[in-house]
């Protein structure tokens, strides 16, 4: 991989979100930055460009340099090499917001020497600079796409740096263990002093326990910060629409009186304590000739075998019918919360009634009329979520990218090799190549070792401008 080709460039890019809004930011990075700059700035003041000093602001026009018509009133900031983001020359011009300065602004960047830059090519060059590791890189997106504060806080402390932080210790460890080997590999006929080979194992071994510890909150970080994917389902007109509806707080669903009124699916993300719940409204599911109907049952039966968590709403009002026992059925072994609703009329139904297979304490009754029982709901609706995973503080690493995963456990299997190879004292030349590829894995993460493949992976998930 040729890093000096990735940097050579200046890049230009708008690094806000397009449509309306106050201002707009600029971004211009590379060894022409401020050349562009100049070439395109006029001071409201008539001084000199040439005096611009690095981390102030500046404020002028924007010119067209073919009409000399001024484009917009912006501020400008220039950042030195290697003082910025990306560790090169950076220039940010602030202009209005809209739909058309911001790009006027960025088409004369262009023309006057930069190329547009391509999605999360700024994190790229700060990665390829030394300002940040590969994980820490990664975080940068967490941390925008991040849909609730305790997954932002997750996102936060991985570009911080205290991932990397913690894999550098491990390679610390491993960096020893290797030195102690590859001392003995000229005298294998020796054997690898007794009280040495006790040390290593133990060290394998605590490191072993560790990183099992690390992979195990893999579903926890997923969780955080993809969210649990939750179908609401049911039979028609138990309440779904309604109790989307209170969840979110505001009236994103039809409700209405007439079964089968929701056909299509409905996503909407709600918060439960932190946790990123996306949740699905279904169409109700019944025994129908009327085709359009089956088709929304079937995305419903579907989108609930998807479902890492499912809502199952009855109307407790009314007697159990078949239709009520299908969608029961469909809980299997998913996690799950039984909803009896519209506790506000008289209650037909206790949980007695429910197949003995299900769960009791699972059974809560609501009124989503009269949003009676809600917070109740939420609460334990977390309960049931987060179960045993509670004891992970939000101050503790957490890992929530499949890449990490699959590396450390690459590395983990290396090191149960090793540990049983040390055990028969196979020669350290053969040890020491178990303990390089655990390295090796621990790079991949940090991003020592790595392809232009993976960089291009993982950059292509940013937005422009970042
Ligand atoms: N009394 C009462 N009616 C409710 C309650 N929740 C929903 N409804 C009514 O039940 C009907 C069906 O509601 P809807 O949310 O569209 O049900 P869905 O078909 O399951 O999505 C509507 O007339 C709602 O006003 C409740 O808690 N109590
Ligand atoms: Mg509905």
Sequence with gaps: ?????????????????????????????????????????????????????????????????????AVDDVLVVYMKSPNSYTGQDIVEIHSHGGNVVPKVVLDLCLINGARAANPGEYTLRAFLNGKMDLSQAEAVVDVINSQTEKALKQSQLQLEGQLSKKINTYKDILLDMLAEIEANVDFPEEGIDPIVKDRILGESESLIINLKELISTFNDGHILKHGMTTAIIG??????????????????????????????????????NGIPLKLTDTAGIRAT???????????????????EFLIIVLDSSQNLNKDDYEVIKLIRNSNHII??????????????????????????????????????LRTKIFNIISGDHKANESTSVII???????????????FERFKKALNINESPEYLAVDLRYGLDKFGEITGEITTEDILSTIFSKFCIGK
């Design 235 to 272: 039979r028609p007109n138990v309440g779904k629409s309604s109790l989307l509806n209170c969840l979110l707080r505001k009236e994103r669903a039809l409700v209405s009186e007439i079964p089968g009124t929701t056909r299509d699916f409905i996503e909407e993300t709600i918060d439960i």
């Design 289 to 307: 000739e009327k085709s359009i109907e089956k088709m929304g049952i079937d995305i419903s039966i579907k989108k609930s075998q998807e479902a």
């Design 1 to 69: 991989m040729n890093k000096d080709i990735l940097n050579e460039d200046t890049i230009a890019a708008i690094a806000t979100p397009p449509g309306h809004g106050g201002i707009a930011i600029i971004r211009i990075s590379g060894k022409n930055s401020l050349s562009i700059l100049k070439n395109i700035f006029m001071r409201s003041n008539n001084k000199s460009i040439d005096e611009i000093k690095p981390y102030r602001f500046y404020r002028g026009f924007v010119i067209n340099n073919k009409d000399k018509q």
């Design 400 to 414: 929530s990218e499949l890449r990490h995963k699959n590396s450390l456990e690459q590395a983990l299997q290396s």
């Design 339 to 376: 909803i009896f609703n519209k506790n506000d009329l008289s209650m037909k139904i206790s949980a007695d009634d429910l197949p003995s297979n299900i769960n009791k304490d699972n059974v809560l009754d609501i009124s989503a009329k009269n949003n009676t029982n809600i917070e109740e």
